[in-house]
């Protein structure tokens, strides 16, 4: 169990297990807190559930991490990432914007900057914006994307973490190779590789 934000003992946790759970309700909780994974990254919830969710987790010894604009009754403002800290205590926080990670980092969580690489410009901007913000993590989507990893990791020493449409082990294998530190998951048949 993780006991401390540090990043690089998450780091150590994703060298250990490299696969990440994502859940989005209860039965995929129940799934992940029984799996070999370290990590769970909740990209689906309410204001009423979050709450039960983290502790959930948190009490099973695994890392949380909540996805700021996936989360229905939580603003997506500074003021949502202090409240979630102060009440909630996750691990960290998965986040589209720049200006939450920001935030977060001031308050000790640990940080993922989500980027989608859609085309050349959006992976020029996501560059630029992690060279400025600096989060502890990036997640790069869609993973399926090895040359994208391999550009980010030339031009940023920030560890990746390589989301979305992963269906198998070997696309998992593929990433890793080519330099992702971990990959995060919904499929739960991958959590046990």
């Known amino acids: 169990m993780i006991t401390t934000k540090k990043p690089d003992l998450l780091l150590d946790q994703l060298e ?6 994502a859940v989005r309700d209860e039965k995929d909780i129940a799934e992940a807190l029984a799996s070999p994974v370290k990590v769970i990254f909740l990209i689906n919830g309410t204001l009423s559930n979050i709450r039960t969710r983290i502790s959930q987790i948190k009490e099973s010894g695994k890392v949380v991490f909540v996805h700021m604009e996936m989360i229905s009754g939580l603003s997506k403002d500074q003021a949502a990432v202090e409240f979630l800290h102060m009440e909630m205590k996750p691990t960290g ?14 308050l000790g969580l640990i940080t993922i900057q989500r980027l989608f690489m859609l ?3 959006s992976i020029q901007t996501g560059i630029k914006m992690v060279n400025v913000n600096r989060p502890d993590l990036i997640e790069i989507m869609p993973a399926i994307l090895p040359k994208v ?5 030339k031009e940023s020493t920030i560890p990746i973490i390589a989301g979305g449409m992963v269906e198998s082990k070997e696309e998992i294998i593929d990433l890793l190779k080519v330099g992702a530190t971990a990959v995060s998951t919904s499929k739960s048949d991958l959590w046990y590789l």
Do not use: E
């Open 149 to 153: 990893i391999l550009r980010l990791k």
């Open 93 to 106: 926080i998965l986040t589209t914007k720049p200006n939450l990670t920001q935030k977060a980092r001031s």
């Open 119 to 121: 085309d050349s410009l």
């Open 16 to 21: 250990a297990y490299p696969i990440i759970a």
